[in-house]
């Protein structure tokens, strides 16, 4: 058998030459795993044995468990050492919070290389310690397997950067590593308010007499508190005086300390040839949801296994960026959420304490509102008793929401779905929306919006748009509220009125999505003369302001129609790349008249339909506007434009912002995730007090109660997935065991509310 092979069947018969750079946590325990398998290691470390940065690590149960599986000396060795604890304690503005059940497991750093160094030693690992590691290609040359765990600054990373390709992002947080010489009784976040704006501490015990500190806060404050001129002693001796009370006026000290961005490291390759990268050189996550130490043992034990199970070198590396690749990328992404959390922490400060707690807890969506229950039920009934819910038996997202004269029973909004269903092309709706609104009507939400519905001919996107611009589209759209308020009492049916802009006259979604029609077209218009796909789509008309004030007359007259046909209440389309949007972006508002230009100019024109609109309006139905917080593209909406945006439209009146993201210009680049489109609800709601309506990938009912209870949402717009169960939010009741008067079963309905016994047991 050629070097560098084993067989499938994870016997040992050929030994592998293994280099290791790196004798960190992951670079060790990589070395003594492969080196337990019977293959030769060797490992640079160019620092001494006792040289280490910061303090203590936090291991999860489930790592602790694969080492158990691993290598039962080591985990007996980390056992023997671990300070473990259940609780975390939230300080906000004097008042300490605590929730526990959480279970943490912490040690030293120092103490974890130490038994990481004996378990290589006595597996017969070559440390070449206070030794820097000869080139990667030189390595590669001479070894069959290269383990590049040299941390974030990695010199392998660098120097193979082109097969690699790696993206590092910096934060907008400064923080340091500091340590106590006394440990604290649980894993404790504390703010302080100071004249330069919000610091915070994150603070956890790592041995029976010591903990880790790190002090964060924007590098706008940092740089304000002057605590970019402090060398390491002074950092630590204003963060001590800042943070005097958590420490019991006891001192700070630093190893090495400095004040340092968070960079998050991002790599589309793990591996080149028989190089692969391992811990902080493939990945980093941000700190406040764990270690990275964690991150790189868990690499450590999926190359271990890889290595074990595969038949090559080259098998070995794939299968192990496989196996990994998912479990980072879902913690990157939950990282990345709670770092920005903590960049906006400002944001948040006035919220209640128990809420704020919440939010801290639930901030990377990893704790959710119903694995805090189960962690700690008493924490969370407390939390849902703020919010308002009226027995404990009662779901957050089953409490009721007044706007206006409008009461919504739940906190659930079927969100506006396009259709493209209009009879014989004239904009009217027919039976399909019958059926499809009135089954969501029965299904449970609160609130069932319409599809975007038209306010001219010209303004429908495909020839299958419904329109509110002839009688007979109005009788007919009569004919669906009625069938919900008399089938369906207590639901609330919503009107979301737009304009295509220059997106319109393409065909049926499922036809091809923004293709222009290949026959039959009409002429398409906007605030300038840009297509939406240059060389595909039609480049519209420059409007006028003759067409200005037409389109602000065919937005009225729609909205008394709409009036007359009953709906209770309407959302004005100011989203998506539609022509009211597109006279809000930067990136599709060229105008150089009174209604381009700065973003005060550029709201001009769809602050004028809303007024129009709302004039004609019954004052006691509420309106709401959908907004694009962001374009997903550079020079385009940004996260304070989107503020800026939605307190405009709330000045003039609006109820509530329904706050969605993208499709405004054709080369966007979105970040999709679960839930990805809520963070800029969030902003809006806790920057302004206005209500905020959340969408984007909110799919489960445990989400809905999460945002609600965290103060990030209002009202959870949830689409496909009452596409796929029209009856979704009655199912969420009853997966919750509620059965109160915010989700009622249709009296024919009554007898399949219980979920059906899928087999024996």
Same mark, same amino acid.
């Given at each position: 058998?050629?070097?560098?092979?084993?067989?499938?069947?994870?016997?040992?018969?050929?030994?592998?030459?293994?280099?290791?750079?790196?004798?960190?946590?992951?670079?060790?325990?990589?070395?003594?795993?492969?080196?337990?398998?019977?293959?030769?290691?060797?490992?640079?470390?160019?620092?001494?044995?006792?040289?280490?940065?910061?303090?203590?690590?936090?291991?999860?149960?489930?790592?602790?468990?694969?080492?158990?599986?691993?290598?039962?000396?080591?985990?007996?060795?980390?056992?023997?050492?671990?300070?473990?604890?259940?609780?975390?304690?939230?300080?906000?503005?004097?008042?300490?919070?605590?929730?526990?059940?959480?279970?943490?497991?912490?040690?030293?750093?120092?103490?974890?290389?130490?038994?990481?160094?004996?378990?290589?030693?006595?597996?017969?690992?070559?440390?070449?310690?206070?030794?820097?590691?000869?080139?990667?290609?030189?390595?590669?040359?001479?070894?069959?397997?290269?383990?590049?765990?040299?941390?974030?600054?990695?010199?392998?990373?660098?120097?193979?950067?082109?097969?690699?390709?790696?993206?590092?992002?910096?934060?907008?947080?400064?923080?340091?590593?500091?340590?106590?010489?006394?440990?604290?009784?649980?894993?404790?976040?504390?703010?302080?308010?100071?004249?330069?704006?919000?610091?915070?501490?994150?603070?956890?015990?790592?041995?029976?007499?010591?903990?880790?500190?790190?002090?964060?806060?924007?590098?706008?404050?940092?740089?304000?508190?002057?605590?970019?001129?402090?060398?390491?002693?002074?950092?630590?001796?204003?963060?001590?005086?800042?943070?005097?009370?958590?420490?019991?006026?006891?001192?700070?000290?630093?190893?090495?300390?400095?004040?340092?961005?968070?960079?998050?490291?991002?790599?589309?390759?793990?591996?080149?040839?028989?190089?692969?990268?391992?811990?902080?050189?493939?990945?980093?996550?941000?700190?406040?949801?764990?270690?990275?130490?964690?991150?790189?043992?868990?690499?450590?034990?999926?190359?271990?296994?890889?290595?074990?199970?595969?038949?090559?070198?080259?098998?070995?590396?794939?299968?192990?960026?496989?196996?990994?690749?998912?479990?980072?990328?879902?913690?990157?992404?939950?990282?990345?959420?709670?770092?920005?959390?903590?960049?906006?922490?400002?944001?948040?400060?006035?919220?209640?304490?128990?809420?704020?707690?919440?939010?801290?807890?639930?901030?990377?969506?990893?704790?959710?509102?119903?694995?805090?229950?189960?962690?700690?039920?008493?924490?969370?009934?407390?939390?849902?008793?703020?919010?308002?819910?009226?027995?404990?038996?009662?779901?957050?997202?089953?409490?009721?929401?007044?706007?206006?004269?409008?009461?919504?029973?739940?906190?659930?909004?079927?969100?506006?779905?396009?259709?493209?269903?209009?009879?014989?092309?004239?904009?009217?709706?027919?039976?399909?929306?019958?059926?499809?609104?009135?089954?969501?009507?029965?299904?449970?939400?609160?609130?069932?919006?319409?599809?975007?519905?038209?306010?001219?001919?010209?303004?429908?996107?495909?020839?299958?748009?419904?329109?509110?611009?002839?009688?007979?589209?109005?009788?007919?759209?009569?004919?669906?509220?009625?069938?919900?308020?008399?089938?369906?009492?207590?639901?609330?049916?919503?009107?979301?009125?737009?304009?295509?802009?220059?997106?319109?006259?393409?065909?049926?979604?499922?036809?091809?999505?923004?293709?222009?029609?290949?026959?039959?077209?009409?002429?398409?218009?906007?605030?300038?003369?840009?297509?939406?796909?240059?060389?595909?789509?039609?480049? /519209?008309?420059?409007?006028? &302001? !003759? @067409?200005?004030?037409? %389109?602000?007359?065919? =937005? +009225? *007259?729609?909205?008394?129609? $709409?009036?007359?046909?009953?709906?209770?209440?309407?959302?004005?389309?100011?989203?998506?790349?539609?022509?009211?949007?597109?006279?809000?972006?930067?990136?599709?508002?060229?105008?150089?008249?009174?209604?381009?230009?700065?973003?005060?100019?550029?709201?001009?024109?769809?602050?004028?339909?809303?007024?129009?609109?709302?004039?004609?309006?019954?004052?006691?139905?509420?309106?709401?506007?959908?907004?694009?917080?962001?374009?997903?593209? /550079?020079?385009?909406?940004? &996260? !304070? @434009?989107?503020?800026? %945006?939605?307190?405009? =439209? +709330? *000045?003039?009146?609006?109820? $509530?912002?329904?706050?969605?993201?993208?499709?405004?210009?054709?080369?966007?680049?979105?970040?999709?995730?679960?839930?990805?489109?809520?963070?800029?609800?969030?902003?809006?709601?806790?920057?302004?007090?206005?209500?905020?309506?959340?969408?984007?990938?909110?799919?489960?009912?445990?989400?809905?109660?999460?945002?609600?209870?965290?103060?990030?949402?209002?009202?959870?717009?949830?689409?496909?997935?009452?596409?796929?169960?029209?009856?979704?939010?009655?199912?969420? &009741?009853? @997966?919750?065991?509620?059965?109160?008067?915010?989700?009622?079963?249709?009296?024919?309905?009554?007898?399949?509310?219980?979920?059906?016994?899928?087999?024996?047991?």
């Amino acid at each position: 058998m050629a070097a560098g092979t084993m067989p499938v069947d994870g016997s040992r018969r050929t030994t592998l030459r293994v280099a290791v750079v790196g004798g960190g946590p992951g670079g060790l325990y990589a070395a003594a795993l492969l080196a337990r398998q019977g293959h030769t290691v060797e490992v640079w470390e160019r620092n001494a044995p006792e040289d280490t940065f910061g303090f203590g690590v936090v291991l999860s149960d489930e790592t602790l468990g694969g080492i158990e599986r691993a290598d039962t000396l080591v985990y007996a060795a980390l056992g023997a050492e671990f300070v473990r604890w259940d609780d975390i304690d939230i300080v906000h503005r004097g008042r300490l919070l605590t929730s526990g059940g959480h279970g943490f497991a912490a040690l030293g750093r120092r103490r974890l290389l130490e038994i990481l160094h004996e378990r290589c030693a006595g597996l017969g690992v070559q440390l070449r310690l206070r030794t820097g590691a000869p080139a990667a290609a030189a390595l590669a040359a001479s070894y069959d397997l290269v383990v590049a765990a040299d941390g974030v600054h990695s010199a392998t990373r660098q120097s193979g950067a082109a097969h690699f390709r790696p993206t590092l992002t910096s934060g907008h947080c400064r923080y340091i590593w500091l340590a106590a010489d006394f440990a604290f009784d649980a894993f404790r976040f504390e703010i302080a308010e100071t004249e330069h704006g919000v610091m915070q501490l994150h603070a956890y015990p790592y041995s029976a007499d010591a903990s880790t500190v790190i002090v964060e806060m924007h590098e706008k404050v940092w740089r304000a508190a002057g605590l970019d001129l402090c060398d390491e002693d002074e950092s630590a001796a204003r963060c001590a005086k800042i943070f005097s009370e958590a420490l019991r006026g006891r001192p700070l000290h630093g190893n090495r300390s400095a004040w340092t961005e968070f960079r998050t490291v991002v790599n589309e390759r793990w591996s080149h040839g028989n190089v692969v990268l391992l811990g902080d050189a493939a990945h980093t996550a941000h700190f406040s949801i764990g270690s990275g130490t964690k991150l790189a043992v868990e690499d450590a034990l999926a190359l271990a296994e890889a290595v074990a199970t595969e038949p090559d070198v080259p098998a070995a590396l794939a299968a192990y960026e496989a196996a990994r690749r998912p479990a980072v990328a879902s913690t990157q992404r939950a990282a990345a959420a709670s770092m920005r959390w903590f960049e906006e922490i400002a944001g948040y400060v006035d919220q209640p304490a128990r809420q704020f707690a919440f939010n801290l807890l639930t901030r990377s969506r990893r704790v959710t509102h119903d694995n805090l229950r189960l962690r700690d039920e008493r924490f969370t009934r407390a939390v849902e008793r703020d919010f308002g819910c009226p027995d404990e038996n009662t779901p957050p997202m089953f409490t009721p929401l007044k706007l206006r004269g409008l009461t919504l029973r739940n906190r659930v909004v079927v969100s506006p779905m396009d259709m493209y269903s209009a009879q014989d092309g004239d904009g009217t709706p027919g039976d399909f929306h019958l059926v499809h609104l009135g089954a969501r009507a029965l299904g449970g939400a609160a609130l069932v919006m319409t599809e975007m519905v038209c306010v001219s001919a010209e303004g429908r996107i495909t020839p299958g748009c419904t329109g509110l611009y002839t009688g007979e589209q109005a009788a007919a759209w009569t004919r669906i509220a009625d069938f919900v308020h008399t089938s369906a009492p207590g639901t609330a049916l919503g009107v979301q009125l737009g304009h295509s802009g220059r997106k319109g006259s393409t065909r049926l979604m499922w036809e091809g999505m923004d293709d222009p029609l290949p026959e039959g077209n009409w002429p398409v218009a906007a605030a300038s003369e840009l297509p939406y796909r240059p060389g595909v789509s039609a480049v /519209p008309r420059a409007l006028t &302001a !003759q @067409d200005l004030a037409s %389109i602000r007359s065919d =937005f +009225a *007259a729609a909205a008394v129609r $709409a009036a007359g046909c009953g709906f209770d209440l309407l959302e004005l389309h100011c989203a998506h790349g539609y022509l009211l949007s597109g006279f809000l972006s930067p990136l599709t508002n060229h105008r150089t008249d009174a209604y381009g230009g700065p973003l005060e100019n550029r709201l001009r024109f769809p602050l004028e339909v809303f007024d129009a609109v709302r004039a004609v309006w019954p004052d006691d139905r509420p309106m709401t506007v959908r907004i694009s917080a962001t374009d997903w593209a /550079p020079g385009g909406t940004c &996260a !304070q @434009d989107a503020v800026d %945006i939605a307190a405009a =439209f +709330a *000045a003039h009146g609006a109820d $509530a912002i329904d706050v969605s993201t993208g499709q405004v210009v054709a080369d966007e680049t979105p970040e999709y995730g679960r839930s990805y489109q809520t963070p800029y609800a969030d902003r809006i709601r806790n920057a302004l007090g206005v209500p905020v309506i959340a969408v984007g990938a909110i799919s489960s009912w445990d989400d809905v109660n999460s945002l609600l209870l965290a103060g990030r949402a209002d009202l959870c717009a949830v689409g496909r997935p009452h596409l796929y169960d029209p009856h979704w939010t009655l199912h969420a &009741a009853a @997966d919750q065991s509620y059965a109160g008067p915010a989700a009622p079963w249709p009296a024919p309905y009554r007898a399949g509310s219980r979920k059906p016994p899928t087999g024996r047991g």
